[in-house]
């Protein structure tokens, strides 16, 4: 099984539509969990933390589900600006790795 | 505008050829890494260095040296290289022990012939 799992996509949606990408991780001793967002061409940049309680950032909404082992991000209203890879990034403890993994990224598209 | 600078952003070499990639931070941030992204594939985590020492090598060949003369400067060095090593390869660098944010490079994009 993979560490990060994620639908590759793509997401196809109108602007103004809300849409929504989970992401499994493996490990269930994982503590840390992010989104980043992967410009086409360009490097990842961290769009949000995820926390336990779920959190929001705007248009951004990022919930996680311990028992499942699965996050989510929900974007509402969305705009063409946001077409972009989104990816899943969790830490891995029982490795020993003091750095993070990626999962492969979930592509939106938004239409006009 | 980027606070990790990376160069070449773009490389083609032969299998034979030996060169260098170079990364360099202007965050003040003392953990640096190498990962390797290519088509279709999740970031591959190459290397670690916290403070000028490498913590982390992630099985990879030896043919990828790395090089941390200080905490602001990372190579990656190339030699003897294989097609299936052309990729993005990204530089990051973070707070050590901090795994919140980390700051990556544009990346070198790496083609081998």
């Known amino acids: 099984r993979k560490e990060v799992e994620q639908d590759p996509g793509p997401f196809n949606v109108p602007e103004g539509a809300t849409v929504a990408f989970n992401c499994t991780y493996s490990?269930?001793?994982?503590?840390?969990f992010f989104w980043y967002r992967q410009d086409c061409r360009k490097e990842p940049k961290l769009l949000m933390s995820?926390?336990?309680s779920g959190n929001e950032d705007g248009r951004f909404t990022a919930q996680l589900n311990r028992a499942s082992q699965y996050i989510s991000l929900l974007i509402r209203d969305s705009k063409l600006s946001d077409s972009a890879t989104y990816l899943c990034?969790?830490?891995?403890?029982?490795?020993?790795?003091?750095?993070?993994?990626f999962g492969s990224g979930t592509r939106l598209q938004v239409q006009p | 505008e980027t606070g990790v600078t990376q160069t070449p952003r773009h490389l083609v070499m032969g299998m034979t050829n030996k060169k260098s990639l170079k990364c360099e931070q202007h965050?003040?941030?003392?953990?640096m890494y190498w990962y390797k992204q290519s088509a279709k594939k999740p970031l591959e985590l190459m290397f670690v260095?916290?403070?000028?020492?490498?913590?982390e090598n992630n099985s990879v060949p030896s043919r990828f040296s790395p090089e941390c003369p200080n905490s602001s400067h990372l190579f990656l060095h190339l030699h003897t290289l294989q097609p299936e090593d052309s990729a993005l390869y990204l530089c990051?660098?973070?707070?050590?022990?901090?795994?919140?944010?980390?700051?990556f490079g544009e990346g070198s994009r790496l083609t081998v012939l």
């Open positions: 990051a660098s973070s707070q050590a022990g901090d795994l919140g944010e980390l700051f």
């Open positions: 490990n269930s001793a994982s503590q840390s």
């Open positions: 995820v926390y336990s």
């Open positions: 990034v969790v830490n891995n403890p029982d490795t020993g790795r003091r750095a993070l993994t």
């Open positions: 965050l003040g941030h003392n953990a």
């Open positions: 260095y916290n403070f000028k020492e490498q913590t």
